[in-house]
């Protein structure tokens, strides 16, 4: 399911979901993913939350969870291997903050996390026993490097390509 799709593209609008139906039937969900386009893979559990409830229906945060982590490893048939914290999977670990505005009050960390703070309060990422994320940063390349080449790269193109960035904002009357 990749609701981030359905919202872009205004299918809502021609054509009703059957998701939430199909998860209270029972069908093992999970998430995919093209590419970014206006959300990350965080986002994903949130939006299907949202285009559950914008068509009057609900799906538990606990269940968006579950889409993201044992739906994603049964739909590739590794339920036996990852997707859940067992004794001899394989364990990614995401470490969350709590002291952000976005994981308060701190009642219910599964709905403040998945549908709240979201990826905002990603600390620490652990996969298959490397840390890839310490401090809200990755440890495997320069975010700064990578994000100043993709700004000149994007520049170099419009540039050839004869594109301007213009923008209707902000209103100036």
């Not at 606990?62 to 291997?81: F, P, Q, V, Y």
Request: glycine fraction near 10%; charge should be positive; include cysteine.
């Amino acid at each position: 399911w990749h609701p981030g799709n359905y919202l872009f593209y205004g299918l809502g609008a021609k054509t009703p979901q059957r998701m939430p139906e199909l998860h209270e039937l029972g069908v093992n969900l999970a998430f995919g993913h093209d590419v970014a386009k206006i959300w990350t893979f965080g986002e994903l559990p949130y939006l299907a939350y949202l285009t559950a409830r914008n068509h009057g229906r609900f799906i538990p945060a606990e269940s968006c969870l579950e889409m993201a982590t044992i739906g994603g490893a049964k739909a590739m048939g590794w339920e036996k291997r990852i997707g859940s914290l067992e004794l001899g999977k394989r364990a990614d670990l995401v470490i969350r903050r709590t002291d952000i505005p976005e994981a308060q009050p701190g009642v219910n960390p599964v709905l403040e996390s998945v549908l709240v703070a979201r990826s905002k309060g990603v600390d620490t990422v652990i996969c298959d026993g490397a840390i890839i994320v310490r401090g809200g940063r990755s440890t495997r390349l320069d975010e700064a490097a990578v994000y100043g080449r993709a700004r000149a790269s994007v520049r170099r193109l419009m540039e050839k390509t004869g594109l301007k960035a213009d923008f209707d904002w902000p209103v100036v009357q």
